[in-house]
């Protein structure tokens, strides 16, 4: 059975100083999710890292939420995966619509990053999902089935069994507007039948994350739904009283 998992992207939020508070304000969450089989982790800003990796409970995840495919080079404003593993970091977000949007994150870049992620043993969490455009044109599948092919081309079931993937729809991240349980599920149980196609049964193991406006008072509804393992959520991580509220509600 797969293992839940509740994952904050803080995105440009939080100082060091507010970091490390959150840390030490959520060592009980991270005890009460462990004791229920429940993984639960925040992506700070690289300058945030290592504040929440020292204070935080041991077994909470501490992701970042970029890297550079090369480990070191003339890459002005990158950090390299050597500089994550220096601080302890082993989770790394990769393709966030954000990034893509705003940083021409392609598919193929993607696939560099994870590549270069899964032969440092790391975990990426690879997100994939489509635009306001693109879903009404009706082109969700399509645009999802090529992030997924692409970003994971070349690799073997035992070298994608602990990725992460992550269905963001970008016309609901960030807007108050929510895909629905059942386009959520159907987008995720798509995503699933893709991997099975490339990787067979270890397709069974991997998560799928929802994210898009994930808030306490939906998220028991999305987890209820067989394909999606977990959620990746923004604004509603980034305070102890919300992020208490998420995981309170998947108990």
């Known amino acids: ?36 089989n429940i993984d639960i982790g925040v992506a700070p800003t690289y300058l945030s890292l290592a504040a929440v990796k020292e204070n935080a409970d041991k077994r909470m995840i501490v992701a ?26 082993d989770w790394v977000l990769i ?7 705003y940083d021409n994150e392609t598919n193929f870049k993607c696939h560099e990053k994870i590549k270069a992620l899964l032969a440092n043993k790391m975990v ?6 489509e ?6 044109a009706g082109e969700t599948k399509d645009v999802v089935s090529a992030q ?43 995503i699933r039948n893709i991997l099975r196609e490339l990787f067979g049964k270890v397709a069974d193991e991997i ?18 739904c067989p394909d999606i393992d977990g959620g990746l959520v923004g604004g509603a991580s980034l305070k102890k009283e919300s992020y208490e509220g998420l995981l309170t509600n998947i108990l």
């Not at 990426?124 to 999902?129: A, E, K």
């Not at 635009?131 to 009404?136: C, S, V, Y």
């Not at 079931?157 to 108050?176: C, N």
């Open 124 to 129: 990426p969490v690879y997100c994939v999902g």
């Open 64 to 89: 970042a939420q970029n890297c550079h495919f090369n480990d070191h080079g003339a890459f002005t404003g990158e950090i390299s995966i050597p500089m994550l593993q220096e601080f302890g970091i």
């Open 131 to 136: 635009t306001l455009g693109e879903f009404e």
């Open 1 to 36: 059975m797969r293992r839940k998992l509740l994952l904050g992207n803080w995105k440009m939020n939080k100082t060091s100083a507010e970091a490390k508070e959150f840390a030490l304000e959520t060592k009980e969450l991270v005890e009460l999710a462990s004791k229920n």
């Open 207 to 224: 998560r799928i994350l929802y994210g898009g406006s994930v808030k306490p008072e939906n998220i028991k509804a999305y987890l209820s």
């Open 148 to 190: 997924v092919k692409q970003g994971l081309e070349g690799f073997s079931a035992e070298e994608v069994k602990d990725i992460v993937i992550a269905y963001e729809p970008v016309w609901s991240i960030g807007t108050g507007k929510n895909a629905s349980t059942e386009i959520a599920q159907d987008v995720c149980g798509f």
């Open 95 to 101: 393709g966030h619509s954000e990034r893509r949007a």
